[in-house]
C-alpha cells in the first residue's frame, strides 16, 4: 500500500483554505491547475510510496515513538506561494505559520526513524505547506502568479495539531482517497484509537 505520515488539518481550516483556494481559481482562470480536494489536505512529514502491509506494524510502531516525545503545535494556515516559485509555480499552495520550526524538528525525527528501518531518508528541506493545486503547464499563469502575490499574507485560520496520522493513499481516478491506518498523540495528548 501507498503510504505517507501527516499532521491533519481540522474542517474549520479547511473549509477556510477552501476558499482561498477558491479565489485563486477565479484569478487564473486561463491557468491549466488540477485543484486538490480541500478533503484531502493535510501536512505531509514524510511520504513513504509502497509499503508491504506486513510492515505496517513497524512503521506504526516507529512513528508512535517519535509523536510520544513531541509536543502539540500550534500552526497556522496562511499566505500562498508555488514551488519551485510564485511566478512560475508546478505546485500551489497555502504556507503553513507558527511552530514550524518545531514542526521541522517533528518532520526529520520521523524521517530518521523511518530511515532506520530501510526507507531512504528525505534529501531536500522540509517546507510546511497545503498543496491546494498542481500547475499541469505554464498556460495562463500570469493571472495564477498574479493571485498568488496578492494573497501572500492572508490568514485561513489556526489549530493546535496533537497528533501524527500514518495514512494509506489509493489512486483514483478523481484522485486520491485517504485512509488512516494509525493516530499518535504528540506528547500529553493522551491515547489514540487506529
Not at 47 to 75: K, M, S
Not at 189 to 194: M, Y
Amino acid at each position: 500500500m501507498r503510504c505517507f505520515v501527516a499532521v491533519d488539518v481540522p474542517p474549520g481550516v479547511r473549509a477556510k483554505v477552501a476558499a482561498l483556494a477558491g479565489r485563486l481559481r477565479q484569478a487564473g482562470t486561463r491557468a491549466d491547475v488540477r485543484w486538490s480536494v480541500v478533503d484531502t489536505l493535510h501536512v505531509t512529514l514524510k511520504f513513504l510510496g509502497e509499503v508491504a502491509d506486513a510492515r505496517v506494524p513497524e512503521v506504526a510502531r516507529a512513528v508512535g515513538e517519535v509523536a510520544a516525545g513531541h509536543a502539540p503545535l500550534a500552526l497556522e494556515a496562511g499566505g500562498t506561494g508555488g514551488f519551485p516559485s510564485a511566478s512560475r509555480p508546478r505546485v500551489v499552495y497555502v504556507g503553513i505559520r507558527g511552530q514550524v520550526d518545531a514542526l521541522a524538528h517533528l518532520a526529520a525525527a520521523v524521517d530518521g526513524a523511518l530511515e532506520a528501518l530501510g526507507f531512504p531518508g528525505e534529501r531536500r528541506a522540509f517546507r510546511a505547506h497545503l498543496t491546494v493545486g498542481r500547475v499541469r503547464s505554464p498556460r495562463g499563469g500570469e493571472g495564477l502568479a498574479a493571485a498568488l502575490r496578492a494573497a501572500a499574507e492572508e490568514t485561513a485560520g489556526t489549530w493546535t495539531a496533537d497528533e501524527v496520522l500514518l495514512y494509506r493513499s489509493r489512486l483514483h481516478p478523481k484522485g486520491a482517497v485517504h485512509e488512516v491506518v494509525g493516530r499518535f498523540a504528540l506528547a500529553g495528548c493522551g491515547p489514540r484509537e487506529p
